[in-house]
Every structure is written in C-alpha cells, then in structure tokens.
C-alpha cells in the first residue's frame, strides 16, 4: 500500500516511529513532514496528505498533530478525503468497517506507541463492508458535490 504520512512540529517523533513501522508492514510510504521542532500549521500539512489520497497518487493518509482533531478538520475540506481522529483499536476498526475512512488522525501527545502502532495495524488490514455503509459513504460523497455547487453558486 502507498501511504502518506504527515505532523505538524508536535507529532514529528511519532510520525517518524511510525514511517519505520509502515515500511516494516510492506508499505511505501511518502513522508509530507514537518522536518523540525519549528511551529507549523497543521493546515498546510493536513493538505499535502489530503491532496495526495484525493488525487489517488496514494491509497490512503495518516496525520498527527497534538490531538488529530485540527488534522481531520482540515483533511476533510479536500474532496474525496474521509478522515477522522481515531483513539483505540475498535475506533480505527470501525472507520474502515463501516466508513471506508482514507485519512486517519492521530494523537501524537495524548495516544502511546503500542496503542498508536495497534491502531494503524487495525486500520491498514481492516477492509470496507460495503453493503449499507456504501450507500451511507455515497451520501457523504453527496454532501461534497452539493456544498461545492453551493459555494460556486454563491461565488457568482
């Protein structure tokens, strides 16, 4: 699986952990930063994952900053991303069960490395039912077209 991995300056030695546990799990993995302790916006960093799941040039993303929630935010205002901060294994099980979730949101501060590295093993090998929670996912893809149209409208 390709995946993309990214933090803001307070998840960069969880993500770091965690790139070497993906590429250890059989994955490529594609590092979106941040290199350093120096304060950024998560913003920026939930867009360079949520740019790449969106545009299909990797399966799916992984984000941390303090808590994961800033992250979800700003992934899910790119077309096509479903993310959400998840914060224990049946948590991480069910985004993909039954949300066929792309973008999963970390803790880096709040969540340790066996739970974190327990989670993302869930979420990678954990497949989308389908079934009812597919017509459940096509509506949220929905609401994406209508607010975009909505906006453009709007726009003039």
């Keep these: 699986m390709r995946i993309a991995i990214g933090s803001d300056h307070r998840g960069v030695e969880a993500r ?12 490529e993995v594609i590092d979106c930063g941040t290199d ?11 867009a ?3 740019n790449r799941v969106s545009d299909h ?11 994961g929630v800033g992250m979800a935010i700003a992934a ?3 077309a096509g991303v479903r993310a959400a901060t998840c914060h ?4 991480a ?10 973008v999963l949101c970390l803790s880096a501060e709040m969540i340790g490395p066996e739970v974190q590295d327990k989670m993302i093993q869930t979420w990678l090998t954990t497949p989308f039912e389908g079934g009812r929670h597919a017509r459940r996912v096509e509506k949220i893809s929905a609401l994406e077209v209508a607010c975009g149209e909505k906006a453009r409208e709007k726009a003039g």
């Design 16 to 27: 770091l952990r965690l790139i070497g546990l993906l590429e250890r799990l059989g994955n």
């Design 36 to 46: 350093g302790t120096n304060p950024v916006d998560y913003p920026d960093v939930a």
């Design 48 to 50: 360079s994952v949520a």
């Design 57 to 67: 040039s990797v399966d799916r993303g992984i984000l941390l900053c303090c808590t």
């Design 76 to 78: 899910n205002k790119v």
């Design 88 to 91: 224990d294994e049946v948590t």
């Design 93 to 102: 099980e069910m985004s993909r069960r039954h949300n066929d979730l792309n």
